[in-house]
């Protein structure tokens, strides 16, 4: 971890405050992944109609996962689509806060210095947002198949999730 | 060399630069001067490739690009450090990426200075982060040292110390490019004025030749820019109605 915490100034522009960045990442991160939770209340409440007294219905079908997932995965890459353009954004903008060293990244040896140092964290941390996101679906589908009952279960699930 | 042929930059509807053509040979400190929106800040910009203009800039015959970019430096009133860092930091960054970076220097002009090394920038005052400025653009290692109003905001002794050591601080392949508005007292430091007005050069001329001429250089300069010795005694006269 302290070597985690050692490399990352490096990938951020010179004295750019990356602990704050990192705070403000994991905190829209749980806010989405709040909003995420969006789906087990959709889910239970499809799966309850499913049922009458306690008694699974005839010839009951389940709502397919593929809508009840879509705003998940649909909120998921819009976080990581907004903080990747935000963040990288900010990045710039700091090379023209209170001094100019865009001055010294435009005249820096290395053509691509200044663009890595702007853009590899929020890349990184957007790439981070859309895995964690696919951890997300990838749970709320075991979810989805182990406590439906089989029967009522459409087969090709997964393959529909990904078709918008 | 340090050579510029018919650089041209335009703003908008402004032209900044209009057919600047000039040879810096290394071992100069040639001082940039003109009156403000001249074109002398437009022009270290285009040397250092900060903003696009037509024409050609060489150093030693090649383009300036990527690989001799650290053949220069650049001083701005406007700092163009980091504010956030420290000036440990920012000597660690440039030895880093300035192969050439003098840490000698770099120590003996903070200590000049009276600069701490820990604090960061931000804290210094106006005075202090014009010194750090000209500090790590005089040490970055580079050929030419482009400076633009770098002591915008210190005071006169300050001033004056530091010319007279970068008299005795600069080594025969470095070449020093002076923008100021402060000429009488740089009169005595520059080897050679370069004037500048309305986006054209209007003067180039060697300091030592104008002694020999028996011409000072604020002289010349009034003289190059048909400075009107008697406009204050008439602006007061219209003003108050009274004879000065």
Not at chain 1, 26 to 39: D, E, H, K
Not at chain 1, 53 to 76: Q, R, T, W
Not at chain 1, 109 to 124: E, G, I, Q, S, T
Request: hydrophobic share 45%; aromatic share 12%.
């Amino acid at each position: 971890m302290k070597r985690f915490n050692d490399r990352l100034p490096g990938l951020v522009p010179p004295g750019f405050p990356w602990r704050r960045e990192l705070g403000i990442f994991g905190a829209m991160a749980a806010m989405v992944t709040l909003y995420s939770m969006r789906f087990l209340i959709s889910w239970s409440y499809e799966r309850q109609l499913l049922f009458r007294n306690g008694e699974l219905l005839e010839g009951a079908v389940m709502k397919d996962f593929a809508p009840l997932i879509h705003p998940v995965v649909i909120s998921y890459l819009l976080f990581a689509a907004v903080f990747f353009a935000v963040y990288s954004a900010l990045g710039y903008a700091y090379h023209w806060r209170g001094a100019k060293p865009v001055y010294l990244m435009r005249r820096m040896p290395d053509r691509f210095y200044w663009h890595r140092k702007c853009l590899v964290m929020p890349a990184a941390l957007a790439l981070c947002a859309i895995v964690w996101g696919l951890v997300i679906v990838h749970i709320y589908y075991l979810i989805y198949i182990c406590f439906t009952p089989e029967q009522c279960v459409a087969p090709g699930q997964w393959a529909a999730v990904w078709r918008f | 060399m340090l050579e510029l042929k018919n650089v041209r930059k335009r703003y908008a509807s402004q032209t900044a630069l209009y057919d600047v053509s000039l040879s810096l040979p290394r071992g100069e400190i040639v001082g940039l001067f003109g009156e403000n929106g001249a074109g002398k800040t437009t022009f270290m910009k285009c040397v250092l490739g900060l903003v696009r203009c037509s024409g050609e800039i060489t150093l030693d015959g090649q383009p300036i690009c990527r690989k001799n970019i650290s053949s220069l430096s650049f001083a701005t009133s406007e700092h163009s450090f980091f504010p956030d860092l420290s000036a440990a930091a920012h000597r660690d960054f440039y030895r880093e990426h300035f192969p050439a970076f003098s840490e000698k220097r770099f120590k003996g002009l903070m200590e000049f200075f009276s600069l701490p090394l820990h604090r960061p920038l931000r804290t210094f005052s106006t005075g202090q982060k014009n010194q750090i400025e000209v500090i790590l653009a005089l040490c970055q290692g580079a050929d030419y040292i482009l400076m633009d109003e770098p002591f915008s905001g210190n005071d006169l002794f300050n001033r004056e110390d530091f010319y007279r050591l970068l008299l005795g601080i600069l080594e025969p392949r470095e070449t020093v490019i002076l923008s100021t508005h402060l000429i009488e007292e740089v009169s005595g430091f520059v080897g050679r004025a370069v004037l500048l007005s309305k986006g054209k050069v209007v003067g180039d001329v060697s300091v030592s030749r104008l002694e020999e001429e028996g011409v000072s250089l604020v002289d010349h300069i009034k003289q190059t820019y048909n400075y009107r010795s008697d406009r204050v005694s008439r602006a007061l006269k219209e003003l108050t109605g009274e004879e000065q």
